[in-house]
Each structure stands twice: as C-alpha cells, then as structure tokens.
T-cell receptor
C-alpha cells in the first residue's frame, strides 16, 4: 500500500474512548478548513469541513472546533472504533484562492 | 466512493525516462488535481484543471506537465523522470472551485531509480 509518513505525530487511544486530534494552521486569512482521513494504502477521504463564520460543526461521531484567535483546529471523534485507525490531515484554504494547504497529519492508533 | 481511477497504481522507472500517469473520473466534475505525497511534506499540489484544456500550476509544478483533452481524463507527465520525483501521486476531483471538498483516487506509487 501507499505509505504516508515515517515520523508523524501519533495518538494512541483505547477503543471506546474519545479522541481529539489537533491542528495549528498557518494563515490568519484562511476561511475554510477541512479534515481528511487516510487509511493505509488508500487515498484521503473527506470527514468534515467548517467555514470561518462558525466555531463548531458536528457530523456523525465527529466534531470540528475552530479557534480563530489562536489559529487552532481540532477534530473530536467520539467512541473510537478500530476502523478509526488512520492518518488524519487538516487543510486550510481561502475562498477564491484556488487551493488547499494540507498539514502533515497525525496517526491515530486504536488499542483494543 | 467517487468514481476515480488512477493508472498505473505502481510503476518503477529509470532516471531520464518519460512517465505518464492517468486519472479517469466518472463523476463529470469540472475540477481535477494532481498532488504528490511525501514524508515530511504532506500533500502538495502539482497542477490542477478547471475545465477541458484549462490547467494551471500548483506549488510544485517544475518537471511536470498536464493535459486535459476531455472532462473525464487528466494526465500527468514527467518528461524526464528524476529520483526526486519518487513519490505517491494522488488525483483528486471536485464539483466546485477550491477550496472545497476534494475526492481522491487511490494513488499511484512511482519509483525512479
């Protein structure tokens, strides 16, 4: 399969616990943010996005929090399952700027 | 899953040879992208297309060219492959202009010896 990275930050949690993955973004002008999940050997898969006029958005078992004051984004995963094991990327963009800038990613490992 | 097919999925080639990677979509999305993924760098945009015959450079476009002669196909060409182009290449599509939700293919691993 396709490897993602050799020295990614890693988060290990127990199955059933909640996970919080953090991301610091770089551009204070960014107004769109998105989280992706990448399983081993696969392409990134959309999880959830949020625009800068919001500070929280919820999906199925996931919540994204945005703190524009400190340029921080977090992804909360409730009741983690073995299938949540993956690398999670945040990305930032600016409306009209025609691009997304991706972070390095965090590897989430779920312990049984 | 979005209908995106990348080919080949794996390729080993030698320095100086030309290589073409193909991305085929069945979603009729207007926007298509080529990214490369390397340890320590994350996903970086090589080129993107906003319509047939309409393409533009991304942040790491040197050494790469692209073509889009029809909506469903976006080709990435390395005219003369170098070892620094060893990477995993991902094609992505979106219905609307970036930034927005991208749908990614499964990736193509290229090794240049």
């Amino acid at each position: 399969g396709e490897s993602v990275g050799l020295h990614l930050p890693t988060l290990s949690v127990q199955e059933g616990d909640n996970s919080i993955i953090n991301c610091a973004y770089s551009n204070s002008a960014s107004d769109y943010f998105i989280w992706y999940k990448q399983e081993s050997g696969k392409g990134p898969q959309f999880i959830i996005d949020i625009r800068s006029n919001m500070d929280k958005r919820q999906g199925q078992r996931v919540t994204v929090l945005l703190n524009k004051t400190v340029k921080h984004l977090s992804l909360q995963i409730a009741a983690t399952q073995p299938g949540d094991s993956a690398v999670y990327f945040c990305a930032e963009g600016i409306q009209g700027a025609q691009k997304l800038v991706f972070g390095q990613g965090t590897r989430l490992t779920i312990n049984p | 899953d979005a209908g995106i097919t990348q080919s080949p999925r794996h390729k080993v080639t030698e320095t100086g040879t030309p290589v073409t990677l193909r991305c085929h979509q069945t979603e009729n999305h207007r926007y298509m992208y080529w990214y490369r993924q390397d340890p320590g760098h994350g996903l970086r945009l090589i080129h993107y297309s906003y319509g047939v015959k309409d393409t533009d450079k991304g942040e790491v476009s040197d050494g790469y060219s692209v073509s889009r002669s029809k909506t469903e196909d976006f080709l990435l060409t390395l005219e003369s492959a170098t070892s620094s182009q060893t990477s995993v290449y991902f094609c992505a599509i979106s219905e609307g202009p970036p930034p927005g939700e991208l749908f990614f293919g499964e990736g193509s691993r290229l090794t240049v010896l």
